[in-house]
T-cell receptor, first 110, second 115 residues
Framework: GQQVMQIPQYQHVQEGEDFTTYCNSS?????IQWYKQRPGGHPVFLIQ?????EVKKQKRLTFQFGEAKKNSSLHITATQTTDVGTYFC??????????FGKGTTLSVSS | EAGVAQSPRYKIIEKRQSVAFWCNPI?????LYWYQQILGQGPKLLIQ????????DSQLPKDRFSAERLKGVDSTLKIQPAKLEDSAVYLC?????????????FGPGTRLTVL
């Protein structure tokens, strides 16, 4: 069945360093969504990507959708302690439910 | 705007006991989802409702799990009997429509521990 893989599973950075998490699917996705879950919290929607090669930015966060619509990435520039949490990508084939990846847990030390 | 409400927030039971979780979605959201999130994993969809009808329950262990959304608003998820491997956070989410393109809004979750 469809799977969404995320790497790395964990990442620790010093405050001010950059961070990137990658999401890969074995099948073409119709859309991909990114969510953030703070420790002890619930997933919160960040963004949705739909078009091949799409790039979206939210302040220090940059999201990309691959040309083949099988992979995506989230890049954070100059991390801050407020960026701590687990970042999930979730993708679907047309007409199917979203499948969440296992997430990348980011820790930031000041 | 009020968010997705869930209760209880925490529940501890012994294996073979029954448990029920309640969810009230954001007002006006026709689609409601129940997810199971095991520690260290991403949310796994158990069941999706559109109003009071089931859209997808392919991953719901129907021998022990059941869910209903009788009036198309709030929903209840039940486990009977519980197993040790059911220990997880049960998340309820809602969205405006049934399409996977819709942003999902999650509730705070119910943390279930089965002893």
């Amino acid at each position: 069945g469809q799977q969404v893989m995320q790497i790395p599973q964990y990442q620790h950075v010093q405050e001010g360093e950059d961070f990137t998490t990658y999401c890969n699917s074995s099948t073409t996705l119709s859309n991909i969504q990114w969510y953030k879950q703070r420790p002890g919290g619930h997933p919160v929607f960040l963004i949705q990507l739909v078009k091949s090669g799409e790039v979206k930015k939210q302040k220090r966060l940059t999201f990309q959708f691959g040309e083949a619509k099988k992979n995506s990435s989230l890049h954070i520039t100059a991390t801050q302690t407020t960026d701590v949490g687990t970042y999930f990508c979730a993708g679907d084939q047309a007409g199917t439910a979203l499948i969440f990846g296992k997430g990348t847990t980011l820790s930031v030390s000041s | 705007e009020a968010g997705v409400a869930q209760s209880p927030r925490y529940k501890i039971i012994e294996k073979r006991q029954s448990v029920a979780f309640w969810c009230n979605p954001i007002s006006g959201h026709a689609t409601l989802y129940w997810y199971q999130q095991i520690l260290g994993q991403g949310p796994k969809l158990l069941i999706q409702f559109q109003n009071n009808g089931v859209v997808d329950d392919s991953q719901l262990p129907k021998d022990r799990f059941s869910a209903e959304r009788l009036k198309g608003v709030d929903s209840t998820l039940k486990i009977q009997p519980a197993k040790l491997e059911d220990s997880a956070v049960y998340l309820c989410a809602s969205s405006f429509g049934p399409s996977s393109y819709n942003e999902q809004f999650f509730g705070p979750g119910t943390r279930l521990t089965v002893l």
